[in-house]
């Protein structure tokens, strides 16, 4: 960045390497409550599910803008927590915050416009192929649990209900796995999960035109997740905001040395197949259609 705030923009060098650009909003009452966490939680999520979308690219991040909607209520100490967040998870990150906008808007809503650029080729949702093994970073489901225990539809304590809520409030992209799978050749396919997984997966057999075998077993649960939904997957699947990363890649490399190479824990949950359908495999080995759902942003519309 060559200048930043105060100026009508802000100056960036500009780079021979491909460009990435993401947005995402959080709006009040949509996505999050007040009262759920801090100031700081809500700026370093704003910037978090961004961060999670050039992950899915194999990409590095580089810098944002921010826009405010106020709404009444709030005074300057709750929105110098929030940009404490973003601030400190834009520097661990190296994202510059490069400037934004504020406006006045009868909810709270933060919007952050994100740029990056990705060395190698980047990673995309159209390029698995019949064969492809599935892979999913970290846990899935626990953001989802965590919700609902915020929004009192299920019951947990103590550690379990830290950790799970902790998920939802306080989520990490995958920034380091998403540049070195896009090191890999081919680069494999890949997802950020933020909608739910089977949702999500389904985005890539849409653009890759295939379909997918998934081994309802195969998921990879928290012991947190177990304690108080046992084996149901139903929010594993559907229930989103886990920003782990979902890969299809030729099943050359072991489970454990994948891990190993990508820095976090990575499981197989199926294989990519030429059968346009994704179908759900449990411990019975009967296949199963389900439908491709998750979270729909205009569900309530």
């Not at 599910?49 to 005074?75: E, Q």
């Not at 009967?286 to 569900?299: F, H, N, Y």
Request: charged share 20%; glycine share 10%.
């Amino acid at each position: 960045m060559v200048l930043g705030p105060g100026d009508d923009c802000a100056i960036l060098v500009s780079s021979t390497k491909s460009l990435l650009i993401t947005i995402d909003s959080m709006v009040e009452k949509v996505h999050f409550k007040c009262e759920w966490g801090t100031p700081e939680m809500l700026g370093a999520k704003a910037l978090a599910v961004n961060l999670s979308d050039i992950a899915a690219m194999g990409g590095r991040a580089t810098a944002c803008v921010v826009n405010l909607a106020i709404r009444p209520g709030l005074d300057t100490g709750f929105f110098d927590a929030l940009y404490r967040g973003l601030t400190k998870a834009a520097a661990a990150a190296g994202v510059a915050v490069a400037g934004g906008n504020i406006t006045r808007a009868s909810e709270l809503a933060i919007t952050v416009a994100l740029l990056g650029e990705v060395d190698q080729q980047p990673l995309r949702r159209d390029s698995a192929r019949p064969g492809d093994r599935i892979y999913v970073t970290g846990t899935v489901g626990d953001a989802a649990l965590g919700l609902r225990i915020l929004q009192n539809q299920v019951s947990a304590a103590g550690s379990v209900r830290n950790q799970l809520v902790k998920r939802f409030l306080q989520p990490t992209a995958q920034l380091g796995a998403g540049r070195k799978l896009a090191r890999l050749k081919p680069p494999p396919a890949a997802i950020d999960i933020s909608d739910g997984l089977w949702q999500d997966l389904g985005h890539v057999l849409e653009r890759s035109g295939v379909g997918a075998q998934v081994d309802r077993t195969a998921l990879p649960l928290s012991a947190a997740y177990r304690q108080v939904c046992g084996n149901s997957c139903d929010l594993a699947l559907s229930g989103g905001e886990d920003y782990e990363l979902l890969f299809c890649l030729r099943p050359r490399i072991s489970e454990a040395e994948l891990s190993r190479r990508l820095g976090v824990k990575v499981r197989c949950i199926g294989e990519i197949t030429r059968d346009k359908r994704a179908l759900l495999v449990d411990k019975t080995g009967e296949p199963s259609i389900v439908p491709m759902r998750g979270w729909d942003q205009l569900r309530a519309i």
